[in-house]
T-cell receptor, first 112, second 115 residues
Framework: QKEVEQNSGPLSVPEGAIASLNCTYSDRGSQSFFWYRQYSGKSPELIMSIYSNGDKEDGRFTAQLNKASQYVSLLIRDSQPSDSATYLCAVKGAGTASKLTFGTGTRLQVTL | GAVVSQHPSRVICKSGTSVKIECRSLDFQATTMFWYRQFPKQSLMLMATSNEGSKATYEQGVEKDKFLINHASLTLSTLTVTSAHPEDSSFYIC???????????FGSGTRLTVV
């Protein structure tokens, strides 16, 4: 079983729709969860971080965490063509210097 | 915010030569630096973790004698790919853990092509 699992996609949504990206993780001791966006040929950029159960909203983005189900998701409202990218879920264990473990990423395509 | 400057952004080298990649934290002290490698259409794979002033910790399957990591100061970490071969061609990215912060800042990446 992979430590962090994501559906590779592509996930295709029309412009203006809600894109829903999902991620599951295997380590119950994981403490911090991150969503990164990566455009082709570029390094990842942080979209959201979430540390406690529930929802966290930032603009058009909402991260959801359910530690009991070991599940974290990212919702993108009013999807724009510029949102087309690969979204990487990353999970961090306990300790401030623990490494991040990445999922394989979900490729999102926002169509006109 | 915390910025990590990574150089070079692109490098093409001949097989058998060595290449050095630098990552500098510009406005914070990076106690820990992570080095990743990403092949096309794959996710980031952690190669090694370096801590300032100590030896790097390499992930399983990563040759420490081939990928030399130096983290001599709180603002500079380097990765040297020694005796590079075409299979080492990849996108190398560094990431720093900001002291006292759970966040991770990524460098802009280095595209290495070995011909």
């Amino acid at each position: 079983q992979k430590e962090v699992e994501q559906n590779s996609g592509p996930l295709s949504v029309p412009e203006g729709a809600i894109a829903s990206l999902n991620c599951t993780y295997s380590d119950r001791g994981s403490q911090s969860f991150f969503w990164y966006r990566q455009y082709s040929g570029k390094s990842p950029e942080l979209i959201m971080s979430i540390y406690s159960n529930g929802d966290k909203e930032d603009g058009r983005f909402t991260a959801q965490l359910n530690k009991a189900s070991q599940y974290v998701s990212l919702l993108i409202r009013d999807s724009q063509p510029s949102d087309s990218a690969t979204y990487l879920c990353a999970v961090k264990g306990a300790g401030t210097a623990s490494k991040l473990t990445f999922g394989t990423g979900t490729r999102l395509q926002v169509t006109l | 915010g915390a910025v990590v400057s990574q150089h070079p952004s692109r490098v093409i080298c001949k097989s058998g030569t060595s290449v050095k990649i630098e990552c500098r934290s510009l406005d914070f002290q990076a106690t820990t630096m992570f080095w990743y490698r990403q092949f096309p259409k794959q996710s980031l794979m952690l190669m090694a973790t370096s801590n300032e002033g100590s030896k790097a910790t390499y992930e399983q399957g990563v040759e420490k004698d081939k990928f030399l990591i130096n983290h001599a100061s709180l603002t500079l970490s380097t990765l040297t790919v020694t005796s590079a071969h075409p299979e080492d061609s990849s996108f190398y990215i560094c990431s720093a853990n900001v002291r006292g912060n759970y966040g991770y800042t990524f460098g802009s990446g280095t595209r290495l092509t070995v011909v």
